[in-house]
Structures are given as structure tokens and as C-alpha cells.
RNA sequence: GGCCCAUUCGUCUAUCGGUUAGGACGCCAGGUUUUCAUCCUGGAAAGAGGAGUUCGACUCUCCUAUGGGCUACCA
């Protein structure tokens, strides 16, 4: 048996965002695909004209852009198995369900939604199969004649598979193993529909599929109950030997609480479950994204690699060549992984921390003057290195480093109290004179001479930083102070200092 | 209800018959620091329950329980 190349393909249906469980699906598609040199595959699943959004197809090309995952063929790309838009392929299917129908592998089926849904309220458990499909309106309880007539009068009508009851069908899965299942459990499901000329997921996954040359279908848990379906269908369709192999990836649950991961988990707990940001075109409703919520693509990638799957080793931190490197399916967890939100926020602070100031730096100009704060890259180069070690988020550090730009208007009221005291203001305005007289105001000689005049005169360490850090900062933290004094520059530095004199409640010895 | 999948610290997970059951997030304590953060050290914290198989089971089998998914002319 030779090697085939390794296809795998990343099927969204346009019905809205993307969300953050089916990102992770992409993901490991993409890692699988570059790992083994394979190509991946941008399918548009349409065929539901009903539940069509507009604006979802351009929303999840540019998340995979945002994100890193690329493609090699695709619906925004082409290549030489398009369209990769269901609906643009239409008579392809056309031509698969006729060629099944003429098998006599599929039947064709009138039973209006209502005439359903009433037997469904007459018999319990009702299903469409080799038990009722004898009492339905179909082309095997209809003579040829009336189906004909029923489809000239322009009757709306189905395509069903025939299921033969009674087969165990094997599926083999890369990540659990054998699963059987016996036919007779399923129905005869919907291939095609006559009304939209579509068909349905069922049938155009399997006919794309083959047509793109997949080689591995990847997918979310929630589809391996159909996974038999769909090897009966290769199996009809005589390409049960060349069909792809199946993986189905366990679920991302909900952080508290039971059931898989939904959108209005992200509203309820305050977290995206979406890569970027959303406007419902309908309602006007916003949903948050990781992209708008300062995020880095990097670490949501990292972050949602290790949800389900991990190398075996303590490694944690990867990039995606990294992650590509080690990528294995053999690796993939079977259980569902419930969404760990606060270790999304740790992956994003290390990222950060690991991040280019440079790289930082754009982002934190433009977060500052939105704030009304002019800041050069000069100043954010030295900020950032200052104080990113103190943030999960590039936005956090704008309100941080806001003391850096604008002088402390009020003081914090549990520092003041601790740390000013009854000799601060005296000890404040000995060091302003130190600090005025100094000619040369770098960190590094402000250190030397302020710390041998607190040995000369023999005052405590603490006492003076932590009164002078108030001065300047308006609270307890920040920094090395030398390194505030210099950025702030001797003139406002003094400035603040005299302001903190006067404005700060003088107390009892 | 039926069918399928799963089940190790609160969470993400390692372990593929013999381990003091390891790591990470979070939490707590201590250290470093002029403060906060970073960083370092330490701590609490787990094999759902019951039967087997075996000299020996977290690991294999079965049952139960629990969780999850599917059960549409949605994907």
C-alpha cells in the first residue's frame, strides 16, 4: 500500500461566529497536516440555506489568519478541487444521489415536515427506517407511476439512504479505537432535498471528501455517532477501501457545570468563547473575541493545542512550529477537556513576558492614546520593559503605567497610611535637594549617591523608598524607584515630590 | 427513552501491570526585592464504586454510577 498523501480539510458551516471548540479543530488539522506535509483544506458547508449568515465565511477566514492556521486550498483561495463552496456544487451531488437512487441504494421520499412530525407525536421513538419505511409515502410504497406524477406536480420531496437493518458497522478511529455500531439503530437519513436542490451534510461530506482527496477526517466527538453512516455511504458508493480515516476529537466543556462549551458561557463567566470579536448582523448583539480582549494569537494557540492533547513530556510552552514538531493524534485525549479560562490568562502573561518589547510596543501607543496619553516609542520601549512582567494583557498595562505620563492626582489611601509618615515630608524635601544638586540623574548614580546619603545620615531604607514611591507613583508599587526617577526626568520628579509634600496629611511624631 | 463515547488532584494532564501516582494552572506559606509583579523554595490536593483476571492493578474484563454526545428536510 503506498503512502497517500495526507489531505485534511477544516468544514465550517457559515452560521455564525466561529466558535473557540471548532478553532481547536482546525488547529489539530493543521498541525496534522503540517506535520506530515500534507495539505489543509478551507470547505464551506452551506447547505443549509436556511441558517446562512452573512459575514460568518469572511469572520473565520480572518480568524485563521489572526490565529496562523493557513491553508493551502480553500473557499477564499481556490485550488484544483473547488469550488469549495457547497452550494456552488450542486450538480456534483446531483449526479452522486442519482447515481445512488439508480443503484436502488437510496429512495426517494414525500412525507411532508408535518406528515413527520405528526407520526413522530403518534409513535413513540418514531424513526425513519427499515420498521416504517413500508408505511411511509415513498418511492418503495409508491408505483413509479405515482412517484413520476407526485414529482411533475411539483411535489416537494427527499432522498433517503436506505439503511439495511441488522449490520454491525465497524468504524475505525484513530483516537478510540473500533466503534460498532448495529445498522439498525440508524435511520434512513435525508440525503438531498428536492426544495433547495441541496444536500444535506450527510451526503455532500461524503461526495467532497472523496472528490478532495482527504485522507483524514478530523473532527469534534459530536459526529461520531454518524461516523456509521458515513462508512455505509463510502461503502454504497463503492469507496469503502479508499475511504478517509476517521479521528474524532473529544469536546471542550464548560469551565463549571455540566454540557459542552456554548456561547453564552463566555457571556455569563467573562471570557471569549470566539477568536474575534462578533456583531450579530440580526439582533446587533456583540460577542467578545480573544483578539479584541488582548489576546495573542500565540498563546490562544498554544493554550488550545493542550486542551485534549499534550507531548508526554512537562513541555508546555510551544510555538506553532513547535507544536507541529510534536503533534501526534496518538496524543489526543479521549474525555472532553472542561475550558480552564484562568490558564488561557497565564499563557497570554508568558507570552508576553517572552514577547519583543518592540513587537509590544505599537499596540501600547495606540491603547495610551486612546487614553489621551502621547507616548513616544522610545518612552513605551522603556515602560514596557519596566512593567510587562506585572501584566496578563498588553491593555492592563495602560492603567499601570498611566503614573509614568500624568502625575498622581490623589493617593492611595491604605498606602499613604502605611508608608507616609510623621517625618516623610522633612525626609521628602532632603532628598529633593539631593536629587536637584545631582548632576548626573541615571538610574544608576541616583542609586549610588541616594543610598550613601541614607548610610550617612543612617535612615532606613524602606522608610525613604516607600514614602518616595508614594510621592511619585501615588501608590505601592511600580518598578525600581530609580528606574521611575529617571524615566520621570529630575524636573518632574521634584515636581511630584513638592506635591506630595503639600497635598499629603501631615501626622503627629 | 434508545444508541454511542468517556471517567487520575478544583482544572488541564503524565502513567501504556510493579512509581513515595509526576508536571502545569489556580490556591496557601516562605524567600528575594525599597513596594507590587517577576523569580526561587516548599505545601495542601487525585485513580467514581463494586466484582473479577493476576504473584501484583490507576493501568486488562464485566457491572453499576456519574458526565458528555447523538437521536432534524442543522451542521
Redesign the pocket.
Known amino acids: 500500500m503506498t503512502e497517500q498523501q495526507v489531505r485534511v480539510r477544516f468544514?465550517?458551516?457559515p452560521?455564525g461566529p466561529l466558535h473557540i471548540g471548532g478553532v481547536r479543530t482546525a488547529l489539530y488539522n493543521y498541525l496534522f497536516a503540517r506535520k506530515h506535509g500534507g495539505k489543509m483544506i478551507l470547505r464551506i458547508?452551506?447547505?443549509?440555506s436556511?441558517?446562512f449568515v452573512p459575514g460568518a465565511e469572511d469572520y473565520i477566514v480572518e480568524a485563521f489568519q489572526w490565529l496562523g492556521v493557513e491553508f493551502d486550498e480553500g473557499v477564499h483561495m481556490g485550488g484544483e478541487y473547488g469550488p469549495y463552496r457547497?452550494s456552488e456544487r450542486r450538480e456534483i451531488y446531483k449526479k452522486y444521489v442519482d447515481q445512488l437512487l439508480e443503484a436502488g441504494k437510496a429512495y426517494i421520499?414525500?412525507?411532508?415536515?408535518?406528515?413527520?412530525a405528526a407520526k413522530?407525536e403518534e409513535i413513540?421513538?418514531?424513526?425513519?427506517d427499515a420498521q416504517t419505511r413500508g408505511m411511509m409515502r415513498n418511492s418503495l410504497t409508491l408505483s413509479k407511476e405515482e412517484v413520476d406524477q407526485l414529482i411533475a406536480d411539483g411535489n416537494?420531496?427527499?432522498v433517503?439512504f436506505l439503511i439495511e437493518p441488522g449490520r454491525d458497522v465497524k468504524v475505525n478511529?484513530l483516537?478510540?479505537?473500533?466503534?460498532?455500531?448495529?445498522s439498525s439503530?440508524l435511520?434512513d437519513?435525508?440525503l438531498y432535498?428536492?426544495?433547495?436542490q441541496?444536500?444535506?451534510?450527510?451526503l455532500?461530506?461524503i461526495v467532497d471528501d472523496h472528490l478532495m482527496k482527504i485522507s483524514h477526517v478530523i473532527r469534534?466527538?459530536?459526529?461520531?455517532?454518524?461516523?456509521p453512516l458515513h462508512v455505509l455511504l463510502y461503502e454504497a458508493f463503492g469507496w469503502a477501501d479508499i475511504a478517509p480515516a476517521f479521528a474524532?476529537l473529544?469536546?471542550l466543556?464548560?469551565?463549571?457545570?455540566?454540557?459542552?462549551l456554548?456561547k453564552r458561557d463566555g457571556d455569563r463567566l467573562g471570557f471569549p468563547v470566539f477568536p474575534l470579536q462578533w456583531t450579530d448582523p440580526k439582533t446587533g448583539d456583540i460577542s467578545s473575541g480573544y483578539r479584541e480582549s488582548g489576546y495573542l494569537p500565540e498563546a490562544v494557540v498554544n493554550f488550545l493545542a493542550?486542551?485534549?492533547?499534550?507531548p508526554?513530556?512537562?513541555e508546555?510552552l510551544m510555538s506553532m512550529a513547535r507544536l507541529i514538531e510534536l503533534f501526534d493524534l496518538?496524543?489526543c485525549?479521549?474525555?472532553?477537556?472542561?475550558?480552564?479560562y484562568?490558564?488561557?490568562?497565564?499563557?497570554n502573561?508568558?507570552y508576553i513576558?517572552h514577547m519583543d518589547d518592540a513587537l509590544i510596543a505599537p499596540t501600547f501607543i495606540e491603547l495610551m492614546a486612546e487614553e489621551g496619553v502621547e507616548v513616544t516609542t522610545e518612552q513605551a520601549l522603556t515602560v514596557i520593559g519596566l512593567?510587562k512582567?506585572?501584566?496578563?494583557f498588553i491593555k492592563e498595562l495602560v492603567p499601570a503605567c498611566r503614573f509614568f505620563f500624568v502625575a498622581p492626582t490623589e493617593y492611595d489611601k491604605k498606602?499613604a497610611k502605611k508608608?507616609w509618615k510623621a517625618d516623610s515630608p522633612a525626609l521628602m524635601a532632603e532628598l529633593a535637594e539631593l536629587l536637584e544638586n545631582m548632576a548626573d540623574f541615571s538610574p544608576e548614580n541616583q542609586?549610588t549617591e541616594v543610598k550613601a546619603w541614607i548610610e550617612a545620615k543612617e535612615y532606613h531604607?524602606?522608610n525613604?523608598?516607600?514614602a518616595?514611591?508614594l510621592s511619585l507613583?501615588g501608590?505601592?508599587?511600580?518598578?525600581?524607584?530609580?528606574?521611575i526617577s529617571a524615566f520621570l526626568g529630575k524636573e518632574e520628579t521634584l515636581r511630584r515630590m513638592r506635591q506630595a509634600i503639600d497635598v499629603l496629611p501631615r501626622k503627629e511624631a
Open positions: 468544514a465550517p458551516s452560521t458547508e452551506d447547505t443549509d436556511n441558517r457547497q421520499a414525500f412525507d411532508t415536515p408535518e406528515e413527520l413522530r413513540k421513538n418514531f424513526q425513519y416537494k420531496y427527499v433517503r478511529d483516537i478510540r479505537g473500533e466503534v460498532v455500531i448495529n439503530i435511520d437519513k435525508v432535498k428536492s426544495a433547495d441541496l444536500p444535506t451534510y450527510h455532500a461530506n469534534g466527538e459530536e459526529w461520531l455517532p454518524s461516523a474524532h473529544p469536546l466543556l464548560k469551565p463549571e457545570g455540566n454540557g459542552k456554548s493542550l486542551l485534549g492533547w499534550n508526554g513530556t512537562d508546555e496518538d496524543r485525549n479521549k474525555s472532553g477537556a472542561k475550558f480552564d484562568e490558564k488561557g490568562r497565564w499563557f502573561h508568558e513576558l512593567m512582567s506585572r501584566a496578563n498606602t508608608r542609586e531604607l524602606g525613604i523608598m516607600n518616595w514611591r507613583v501608590e505601592g508599587k511600580g518598578p525600581h524607584m530609580f528606574d
